[in-house]
Every structure is written in structure tokens, then in C-alpha cells.
């Protein structure tokens, strides 16, 4: 659905509200399928209009590759819910001031609360499929992952940086918990990604750099 304004800006396009982004990426997500599918198929919406297309080649994965929808809102996780194979939990951004280049993330939508008001969100639009679909998270700012054995502070240090950016302070207690920050041992972060999993279904993290992650990685194998 795109969330960041200046992105849309650089590209001359006009950024509509958020109803009208996820309504567009919901025919976009049709039009990928019908493209994926067996058949030439039409389409009619009020973004895009398919007639009689045939989209080739068509793919290897069946009936079309797996769909990451993310995003933090109700209605983008409601949509990801209905559609998505995988779902990314993601943070709601804070409206942009005059001054800023970037969106900022809303701190109070990272913590382990906001993941599961999302999980449940996202639970509801499933119905039956929730069984079927992936749920995934990522490390949010700052290094991917930080291996360290004094967790609290680069926690404290972390919360510094958010306060600054959004006005909004986290506990410490807050950030070690939310599946967006991987901060702590070897022996930490493995509790935790096997804790998010069986908490959330999170089964699927995304820890950014490989060197960093490779140690945790190694430890999860088999588990």
C-alpha cells in the first residue's frame, strides 16, 4: 500500500489516504493473481481494469508464489489476513511533521501488546486460514541484531533514540519484550525467537545481517 510520503513524492504520485492505498493494493493483489492463474481473465475495479489477459510465464509455485503482505494498521492487517501467506508484523507510523525527511514508527506499536491486538486482527479476517498462513516479524533500528551481555543499557540507549524521533518513551521491560528489537545473548535471543513463536506463531524473523544472525541461527537449527 506504500507508507512512506516521500517515496511517493520523489516519484510524482499522489499520496491518498490510507483507505485508498490498501483498496488499490487490494485489486493489485487480485489483478497479480488472475495474472498468475490458468487462464486469461478479466478484471474491473476502480483502479484497474484487465481484460481478457493472459499473464505470462506462468510461475513454478502453484497456484502462485507465496504473498508477504505487512503493515501495521487494522485495515492493511485485515486485508493480509484475508489474502497473505505470510503476514509481517510491522509498526503503525506517526503522522510527518513539516520538518521531517522520514516517517518515525510509533513507538507503543512495537511493544509485545500491539503484536497481539495485530495477531488478533489478523486472526479474525483468517477464519480458516489462519492455520495456513506464516507470521513474520523484524528487528526494527540500529543494528539488526546485538549479541551483548548488557542488554538494559543498549535497551535504555535504543528508547533514547525513539524519544527523540517521536516523543514517546518505552520501558526497557517494553523493548526486550517486543518482537521488534533482538537485543541480548546468544543464549537470550534463542529463548525469545522459540518464546515469539510460541506465544504468536511467529515463525518467521527477519534479523538482517547475516554475521550477526548466524550465531542464532546455528543455536535454532532443528528447533
Known amino acids: 500500500a506504500g507508507w512512506s510520503r516521500p517515496e511517493y513524492d520523489a516519484i510524482g504520485l499522489p499520496f491518498h489516504p490510507v483507505g485508498t492505498r490498501v483498496s488499490r493494493l487490494r485489486e493489485a493483489i487480485a489483478v497479480l493473481k488472475g495474472c498468475f492463474g490458468d487462464h486469461p481473465f478479466s478484471f474491473a475495479g476502480d483502479h484497474y481494469t484487465i481484460t481478457e489477459h ?16 505487512g503493515g501495521g494498521g487494522r485495515r492493511i492487517l485485515t486485508l493480509a489476513g484475508q489474502e497473505a501467506d505470510i503476514v509481517g508484523m510491522a509498526p503503525r507510523m506517526m503522522p510527518m511533521c513539516d520538518d521531517q525527511s522520514q516517517p ?4 507503543r506499536s512495537l511493544t509485545a501488546a500491539a503484536t497481539e491486538e495485530k495477531i488478533h486482527w489478523v486472526r479474525d479476517a483468517a477464519g480458516d486460514r489462519w492455520g495456513q498462513i506464516e507470521i513474520n516479524a523484524y528487528s526494527l533500528g540500529g543494528a539488526p541484531a546485538v549479541i551483548t551481555n548488557h542488554a538494559r543499557a543498549e535497551a535504555q540507549r535504543r528508547i533514547d533514540e525513539m524519544y527523540k ?3 514517546v518513551e518505552l520501558s526497557v521491560d517494553e523493548v526486550l519484550a517486543s518482537p521488534h528489537f533482538f ?25 538482517g545481517e547475516v554475521d ?9 537449527a532443528g528447533q
Open 104 to 107: 518515525t514508527a510509533d513507538p
Open 54 to 69: 493472459d499473464g505470462l510465464p506462468k510461475p513454478v509455485q502453484r497456484p502462485h508464489p507465496p504473498f508477504l503482505i
Open 212 to 220: 550477526a544472525a548466524a550465531p542464532i541461527v546455528e543455536r535454532l
Open 183 to 207: 537485543i541480548g545473548s546468544v543464549d537470550g535471543l534463542v529463548q525469545k525467537i522459540i518464546e515469539l513463536r510460541e506465544r504468536y506463531g511467529i515463525s518467521s524473523v527477519m534479523l
Open 165 to 167: 524521533r517521536s516523543g
